[in-house]
């Protein structure tokens, strides 16, 4: 199967005042078409960037691209000029983002942020452009679609302009939709009705989703495939499932470790110790191994090589054998 | 640049002072002001005594020799009654420099007491207080400062001090009233009136202390908007009276000879121009170092 | 909203009926007379002067008297001038209103385009340069400006009159040297804004969106990025149309500006008066426009 994305060795990196910050180092990983990927990382691992980048939404300065390629209908995104990319923005590829509340402009009617999406990319007369938006926001389980399209954002509840988020996303039938942290700032019961949402919009208009989390949880009911990230760089990917039942990576493992499950016996939940590293100043050899409890001498030194641990699992770790 | 930067979790607890300082120090536009200004201040209080020893006094008149344009003995020229215009400049300016700083303490100590007693009592005390603000805000500053320059009678410079300053606290107490608003509802000042600390040690003790670095920013801001307010004072003739220098009445005079004398208008306007921009470049820079903010962007 | 203006508009009465009060009184019980200045005044003629302008009466009669007849519009006798204060501005202060609107113009003009374009070109050298020169317009004040403005376009150039009153001609120098200030402020005030908003969550949604550049700045970004700047117009545009009284003197403009220091110095009780009030309601007025303005910008704000 040819993968719908396909992110080459993609290498994000920032100059700050701290110096140079490497968000996204030599990262790889393919959506197939039709799948929910998930990437999981705690915050400042580097997967919003990555995601940002797909997009090229990373300010230049002061991001770069130092390297890789995002290959996507044959074409490599970050070679595109400002105006192809804008024809794949939103259109072809679309997003969603953490904060419902601060993503959509405080200032203009919902109408006005729904159907601009139509009227740049399809060219759409207003009228028609609205009639659109009220059959998508029936889609995504607004009830009202009319009078809410009059409403602005602050008239909103939470979950109700997150789906306004995803209506948004959808309205030109993107091929791929990158949810960043899309639960996060909801109530609890609210996430499970969005995450269910996302769920169907993929299974119903076969939109392959990147969904981005910190929360094992979140990801583990939702997500084919599952790529970690650690300090800008991915540790570990696979099948969700292998994953979750053969953690190759002691970074997963004491993720999966400090999280409440109930499809194992545990005697109790164990906090990570150490805190995630500064991007500006990442440990040499495994960014992991001041915090690992499986570090030896090597680890301090030399960046693990790729462990194989099936054909499509594969881990950043010298010690997997001891997992 | 959203996750990556916010997320710094090993850094030494550095002061934000230090902090402020070091951001100070990077910004070379408003390091190089801080100097610019220094240097000036440092010319204007001790340069007119240089220039007197050699024989330049401002009031030191030369009737013979008239006004000439700048030589290597006057540099920026003698005005009509032969006085040297360096010197006259750095004397002016050392008055404006002196109002100014005065009048900017008298309005941010003023408008500091002023706004956290309103922000800390509240309710209908603080409504009283900011809207007796509102009403002098809604006063014509200058006109207001005009008043009283002429009701007292004195064009001395007290009384520009407490004239300019008395009238310029306004902002300053709004600033300091917003942030003491929210300070107030903050934990630590809570436990302070838990344990029964007095109103004005709270005041005095955790909401000022906590409000410095806006009253600072703003102060540098108001000694450039003070030195202008005495130019204009001055250059009306409400200000300082002749012989005695200010900026104000120096381009004044200027502009009263410019089509024959240019250099009397060029130099001292040229002068003031560069400490006002100097002062402001410092403030600016200032406000970006102080303000947490502003933090976030570069 | 009737209900917030209603309310507005009976706060803004309130208060220019304290600002009449205090300056009435301030002005009133200052030492000096409007006559102190002729000396030699034999003891009769003075009072009758005081009778003609009803300065003989006690004071609260005398506030009274003058609150009756500013009902009726009526502003006073000047004791300096042989006329009344209502021509005296209406004679001045039509020429200080389109001087004012000669540099609120140039200062909008100058100020927004210049604070956009900033924003939008962040830190290049654009922006450098543009906040430079926007830091020297703040830094040079008015008497500065106006006597090198004078120099140059029309003492060495020609180009427009130095002074005086007439033609359209004669408002441009006045124009931009008052608005100039202005300008400055404006486009800093103007860029700061831009850029809050233009670091927003909901722009960078408007660009993953695909939308053009140019259109996200119009109809995303300038919305919220020019309320700064609106809040700073109603008191700038007041004391532009207020005129200045340096700019008016450099430039011998037969404006409003030169009578307030004349009446402040000869203690010309009414035209003080005239004057204080004119200029505090047209604050007050500008004011109440930015409020009213606010809500029509930002949808957030609720008027109760």
New interface residues.
Partial sequence: MTPLISVKGLKTY?R???GL?K?CDNISFDVNPGEILGVVGE???????ASMSILRLI?EP??YFDGGEIIFEGKNLLKLSMKEMREIRGNKISMIFQDPMTALNPFLKIETQLTEVLVQHKSMSLDKARAKCIEMLKKVGVSLPERRLDMYPHQLSGGLRQRMMIAMALLCRPSLLIADEPTTALDVTIQAQILELIKSINQEFNTSVILISHDLGVVAGMTNRLVVMYAGKIVESGLTEDIFNKPSHPYTKALLNSIPRIDKEQKQLDPIPG???????IPTGCPFHPRCAYAVEKCKTTYPETAFITSDHISKCWEVSRL | ?????T?????EGTSLWLDAWKRLK?NRAAYLSGIVFVFLTCLCFIGPFVMKAMGFAYDAQDIAYGAHSPTLNHWFGTDFYGRDIFTRVLVGARVSLKIGLIAAIVSAIVGTIFGSIAGYAGGKIDNLMMRFV??L????Y??LV??FV??T?NKGETVLFIALGLVGWLTTARIVRGQVLSLKEREFVQAAHSIGVPAYLIIFRHLIPNTLGPIIVYFTLTI?TMI?QE??LS??G?GIQPPKPSL?TL??D??NH??VF?WE??FP?LF???M??SL??LG?GLRDALDPQMKK?? | MSLFIAKRALSCLI??F??IT??FF??RL???SPFSSERDIPPEVLNNLKAKYGLDQPIEKQFVHYLENLLQGDLGLSTKYPRSVNEIIAISLPKTLQLGTIAVLWALLIGISAGVFAAIRQNTAWDYSFMAIA??G????S??L???L??VFS?YLYWFPPGGWGSFEHMILPGITLGTVYAAYIARLTRAGMLEII?TDFVRTAKAKGLKESYIIWKHVMKGGLIPTITYLG?AIA?MM?GS??VE??FNTPGIGPY??DA??NRDYFL?MG??IV??TF??GM?FLVDLLYGYLDPRIRYD
């Fill in positions: 920032f700050t005042d701290e910050v968000a915050s400042g691992s580097g997967k919003t960037v300010a002061p991001g805190l995630p590293p500064s991007l500006s100043s | 640049m959203t996750s990556q930067s997320s710094k979790p090993i850094v990077k509102d009403i805000y809604a006063l014509p200058m006109f005009i008043i002429t009701i009678e450039p202008l130019a204009f250059f009306l409400l104000g381009i004044n200027g502009a410019m089509i240019w208008l060029v306007s003031m121009a560069v006002l921009f402001n470049f600016d962007e570069s | 208060t220019i304290i600002i205090a300056s301030t002005v200052a030492p000096g830091m020297i703040i830094s040079v004040p008497f500065v106006g006597p090198i004078i120099l003492l670091r008191p004391s207020t009284v340096v003197k450099i307030f220091v402040a110095f003080i004057i204080v200029y505090s604050l007050l004011n």
